[in-house]
């Protein structure tokens, strides 16, 4: 309920943030420490990609914008624990 409840404050806040094609949530795993944000930061810039938002509480991880064609490699990192494409949700 507690990542429910994160994602759905992070979907809230991409009214602030200009929503663009390949948008990402990223959730990096429970386990997670400083160095392996600082890890992923790193990673996303180099992979041509850019940290749009920081979750600053509840789960660890980003809204990001990132190449389409880099998704798999990110998605593969062992700090990951899952990728979302970020859209637009109705309820």
């Known amino acids: 309920m507690r990542l429910f409840t994160a994602v759905a404050s992070a979907l809230v806040l991409l009214t602030a943030v200009a929503v663009a094609d390949n948008t990402y949530i990223v959730a990096l795993k429970k386990n997670a420490d400083t160095e392996d944000v600082a890890q992923a930061k790193t990673d996303i810039q180099s992979m041509g990609g850019k940290v749009l938002y920081q979750f ?3 789960v660890k991880g980003f809204i990001v914008s990132l190449p389409e ?3 798999n490699t990110l998605d593969e ?3 990951i ?3 979302e ?3 637009e949700v109705h309820i």
Do not use: R, S, V
């Open 77 to 79: 990192k062992d700090y």
């Open 85 to 87: 494409a970020d859209q």
């Open 56 to 58: 600053k509480t509840g």
């Open 81 to 83: 624990d899952f990728i």
């Open 69 to 71: 064609d880099q998704f």
